[in-house]
């Protein structure tokens, strides 16, 4: 089964609403990562020298912004082409930047859950099982497509 006409609306108007409170969204997105996995601050260099997440942190907004993004656009593409396809240079880059982190299967899970709670923060009762599905279908999607690129730059470093 293939990515529906219903997932991707509700990807797509759950991220119309979330756009409009970016600051609140991107440090409650933060907020639980560090809430499943305290360990993993020292990934992300915006958080590396600091107790707290920093309320005006600019790359740390522009992060969770990206992250949102590339996960509605996965909804997009799985809508229209059945898959999720990072053109050129930006999913090279991502490959290249999860390898140097050492990002692993179990980071991509925590990413995951705390972006459908972020969702859920911002949808409130709208949030249902459906909503949380597609946002689920579309994470796995895109980090499919990044793993996959992480494998080749792994295989190219060999």
């Known amino acids: 089964m293939g990515f529906s006409e219903k997932q991707e609306a509700l990807v797509k108007e759950s991220w119309e609403v979330m756009k409009l409170d970016i600051p609140t969204l991107s440090l409650h997105l933060y907020k639980e990562i560090l809430d499943i996995a305290p360990e993993a601050k020292g990934l992300f260099s915006f958080l590396k020298d600091t ?28 809508r229209e082409k059945g898959e999720v396809v990072i053109y050129g240079s930006t999913l090279k880059a991502l490959g290249s930047v999860h390898v140097q982190k050492g990002i692993t299967d179990p980071h991509f899970e925590i990413v995951k859950e705390a972006v459908i709670r972020t969702v859920k923060k911002a949808m409130g009762e709208k949030c249902n099982g459906e909503m949380k ?16 690129e992480m494998k080749k730059e792994t295989t190219c470093a060999a």
């Open 51 to 78: 107790n707290e997440i920093p309320q005006n942190n600019p790359k740390l907004k522009s992060h969770a912004v990206k992250v949102f993004k590339m996960v509605c656009e996965a909804a997009i593409q799985l």
């Open 133 to 148: 599905d597609a946002w689920s279908e579309a994470y796995d999607q895109l980090a499919a497509a990044i793993k996959t």
